[in-house]
């Protein structure tokens, strides 16, 4: 990480502080917020299930047991491990939303920079983290599915654009 650092322009440094500073300045008084509608939902759900049992929030249509309609078992394992840490203390859910959409911005910074450059990836990853229509799924904890399937979906093609040696810049 240092002799990335180090290779890095420092107008590039100085953008992606900024970013990061910007981005906890906008979504800080949300780290303080209270469970929302659904987040309920979740709470009583995950404190059901022990230690012994987390195998069943990966079992096909229940969480839990409990018949679901869908199947996604990385969120409620996300949940579960932030109750068992954090118990009901809303802050660790918020966290975990912020820094999954940071991470996010990472690999947008990196997919800017492999494809325009990058001051073009350090623009890129300042314009993503503080742009508002993210903030719905940054600061209500389940809109975890959102900040989750986003990192998913842009750091897999960060990957493949490594993978497949594409350089555009």
Do not use: C
């Not at 990966?58 to 839990?64: D, E, S, V």
């Not at 018949?67 to 949940?79: D, E, T």
């Not at 800017?112 to 742009?131: D, E, N, Q």
């Not at 508002?132 to 654009?161: K, N, T």
């Amino acid at each position: 990480v240092a002799d990335r650092l180090r290779g890095m322009p420092m107008r590039t440094k100085k953008m992606m502080l900024a970013g990061i500073f910007l981005s906890v300045f906008v979504y800080f008084r949300s780290f303080f917020n209270f469970f929302l509608a659904e987040d309920w939902e979740w709470i009583p759900l995950i404190d059901r299930l022990k230690f012994a049992e987390i195998y069943k929030i990966f079992l096909p249509q229940t969480l839990g047991g409990i018949p679901a309609g869908f199947w996604r078992p990385v969120i409620p394992f996300l949940f579960w491990i932030n109750y068992r840490f954090g118990g009901l203390a809303p802050i660790g859910y918020h966290l975990t939303n912020f820094l999954f959409h940071l991470l996010t911005a990472v690999f947008v910074y990196k997919i800017g920079s492999r494809l325009s450059g990058k001051p073009t990836g350090a623009m890129a990853f300042l314009l993503f983290v503080v742009f508002p229509f993210h903030s719905e799924a940054v600061v209500w904890i389940d809109g975890r599915y959102d900040v989750v399937m986003a990192f998913a979906v842009i750091s897999s093609f960060y990957w493949y654009l490594k993978k497949s040696g594409e350089k555009l810049h």
